[in-house]
């Protein structure tokens, strides 16, 4: 009886961990283990391994496939698809997470020579620190202490002196060093990878020693996935999901994807660290132009400085399918956010989110399969404690664009530990599945 009782305690056990990798399957902290993937921390994303795992079967049902993933974010899919050894392509509008998924997608190259670079930086970076920073920008005074920024000063100059535009050992190098500006600073990070300079942590570390081990890192990654029989079939396209400029010979059969969550999430500020450091931007002001401009309308910052019109985006054809349940809300949202200090614009915010998503389901259409199968990785959201159901949303908007069949697979709750919450709106995150 005890040894069935401790098979039993096993079993359970087993069964949880799956339960929880599967509801971490919309997250991508599991990819911090995985080679390659982990190269650049990117919160919104969700798990690598879940990803190849369900190519995987859709291979074995329908034989070889060509994969998109119209939000590629920093190559998730498309790292899982080489894994796999599947076609791949990936369009994403970031210009820095844009650059960050190529470089990671140029992992065959040879590691040797990219060490022999790193070398190079190193050495001319060490004897080239300059007493104090150069930079007089707020932003990276404030996260760094003065010997950590002048180091770092020091290897990007380096890296600059004797980079050779576009060779992927160099963009390597350039990925090393944004890799470790997070871990050199003494800066707190929100959970979505808002820098936080009046929140300082204890671990620190050092940039040259960060920037060698890194480097070793990134080398033995390298070296694993040429061993695992990872092939490099991916490519990804700066372009927009909803008017991409893109041609295919061979239609999409599977979409792999987790598009922005209509809740307030600013993909621009989150690598506003990262863009100060390289020259990108010089202060806040600058995301619009450098970046919001070009993404999905899904954070009120966005939609603020667009100065748009609820009247307007309610006319937009677009989101006809679902006017009659978009409309309260918005109109709700538009009266509530006048009772609110920010006053942010969640109504404009909301309408036009829906509006991009419809686009992009219409350019999904004109490119998958007949037989395609879409999984989008989405949650719903409550701006202001008003609930916006986007995966209902989301499938009346798949189903009007031309696609068969539509159904919701929860994954796990979310927003439902409400102590300090500003609203009490469960809320939820799953799979949307989309049949053509």
């Known amino acids: 009886m005890e040894q069935l009782s401790l098979f039993s305690d096993a079993v359970r056990s087993v069964n949880l961990e799956k339960d929880r990798k599967a509801a971490r399957s919309g997250s991508f902290i599991d990819n911090m283990s995985l080679p390659i993937h982990r190269w650049f921390r990117y919160s919104a994303g969700f798990s690598g391994d879940w990803a190849a795992k369900l190519i995987r079967e ?68 060490s004897k080239n620190i300059p007493e104090i920073p150069r930079t007089n920008k707020p932003l990276l005074l404030s996260c760094y202490e003065d010997i950590s920024l002048a180091r770092l000063e020091a290897l990007r100059d380096a890296y600059q002196a004797h980079r050779e535009s576009g060779l992927p050992d160099w963009e ?11 871990e050199c600073s003494g800066a707190g990070t929100a959970q979505w990878q808002y820098v936080l300079p009046n929140k300082r942590k204890a671990k620190v570390k050092e940039p040259f020693e960060a920037f060698q081990r890194k480097s070793i890192l990134f080398a033995g990654d390298i070296r694993v996935a040429k061993i695992s029989g990872y092939k490099n079939l991916s490519t990804i396209g700066l372009t927009d999901a909803r008017d991409p400029d893109a041609e295919f010979q061979k239609k999409i059969d599977l979409v ?75 109109r709700t949202l538009e009266d509530v956010r006048l009772t609110k200090g920010g006053r942010k614009t969640y109504h404009t915010m909301i309408a036009a989110y829906f509006c991009d998503l419809a686009k992009v389901w219409k350019t999904l259409r004109k490119v998958c399969n007949p037989d395609s199968t879409i999984c989008f990785v989405i949650g719903d959201s409550a701006p202001y404690g008003v609930y916006v159901p986007a995966d209902k949303w989301l499938t009346k908007l798949a189903l009007e664009a031309g696609f068969q069949d539509g159904r919701f697979e929860k994954l796990r709750d979310r927003n439902v530990k409400w102590k300090n919450r500003k609203h009490r709106v469960p809320l939820h995150e799953g799979r949307l599945w989309i049949k053509g």
């Not at 060509?66 to 994403?92: K, M, N, Y």
């Not at 619009?288 to 100065?307: D, F, G, M, T, W």
Request: glycine share 4%.
């Open 58 to 125: 859709q291979i074995a049902e329908k034989g070889q496939y060509f994969v998109l993933d119209p939000f590629a974010g920093s190559g998730t899919t498309l790292l899982a698809a080489d894994s796999v050894q599947v076609r791949s392509i990936g369009w994403e509008s970031h210009p820095f997470v844009s650059r960050i998924a190529q470089t990671k997608l140029n992992w065959n190259l040879d590691e040797m020579s990219y060490l022999e670079k790193v070398q190079i930086v190193l050495e001319t970076a």
């Open 172 to 182: 390597l190098v350039w990925l090393t060093i944004t890799s470790i500006l997070r």
């Open 256 to 330: 792999v994807t987790s598009p922005p969550y209509p809740n307030n999430y600013d993909y621009a500020d989150a690598t506003r660290l990262e863009m100060t450091f390289w020259g990108e931007l010089e202060s806040w002001s600058d995301l619009q132009p450098a970046v919001r401009q070009y993404l999905i309308r899904s954070c009120s910052q966005h939609s603020a400085a667009e100065k748009l019109s609820l009247n307007n985006l309610l006319s937009d054809e677009d989101v006809k399918p679902i006017l009659d349940e978009l409309e309260p809300v918005c």
